[in-house]
């Protein structure tokens, strides 16, 4: 007797966010493209720019401060980190300052 398997027409891949990893489902056939460009692909999945996807990971979800220092160099101060993306976006987008530049309350670096 014969049975027919139902295959799945997708795989799950884990990318990279702030603090940890998240699990999405991608197609078979963007399975290929995931392993030549994971960050690419990673973007795309949480709808960012690949700049900002790098950024947002990279800097556990915090925006650093735009502000100038008296040496010439960006602020390294940051804003909280783990923002979910839409706010890291937000705040990103707007130009964050510090406390020290003008910013509103006390921030982690």
Request: aromatic share 10%; hydrophobic share 35%; with cysteine.
């Amino acid at each position: 007797m014969t049975r027919d398997i139902e295959w799945s027409h997708s795989v799950m891949v884990s990318i990279a966010v702030p603090y940890g990893w998240r699990a999405f489902s991608i197609p078979f056939s963007e399975v290929e493209r995931f392993k030549l460009d994971q960050i690419g692909v990673a973007a795309q999945l949480l709808d960012m720019p690949r700049e900002d996807y790098v950024r947002w990971v990279e800097q556990e979800g915090s925006v650093q401060c735009m502000a100038t220092t008296k040496q010439g160099k960006r602020c390294r101060i940051g804003s909280q980190r783990g923002m979910r993306k839409t706010e890291w976006m937000a705040l990103d987008r707007e130009g964050f300052l510090c406390h020290v530049h003008g910013g509103g309350s006390a921030s982690q670096s």
